[in-house]
């Protein structure tokens, strides 16, 4: 995996579970930041790429995703003032 696939990965997954990328990060490896750095151009380890990685298929968006945040965009399509 490059880092533009590890860029991807984590905004993918970000915007199915509603997280922000540094709190993801945050909770994967300790490194708030570590979604920055690596758009800014900066690596990783190999170790921080695996533990980010195994993070984000132990804990699938679904479950990271809260109730309120679906309820929420329940009742705004309903209200015909959503996207989806």
């Known amino acids: 995996m490059t880092e533009q ?6 905004e993918h997954y970000c915007n199915a579970s ?3 990328p540094a709190t993801l990060c945050r ?5 708030s930041r570590l979604h920055k750095n ?9 170790r921080v790429a695996s533990r980010l ?6 804990n699938p968006p679904s479950a990271i995703r809260s109730p309120e945040v ?15």
Do not use: Q
């Open 38 to 46: 690596l758009v800014d151009g900066k690596g990783c380890t190999l």
């Open 18 to 20: 509603g997280l922000a």
């Open 27 to 31: 909770k994967a490896v300790g490194n």
């Open 70 to 84: 679906g309820a929420a965009s329940d009742h705004l399509k309903g209200k015909g003032l959503s996207d989806g």
């Open 53 to 58: 990685k195994h993070f984000m298929e132990k």
């Open 5 to 10: 696939d590890l860029i991807k990965a984590v």
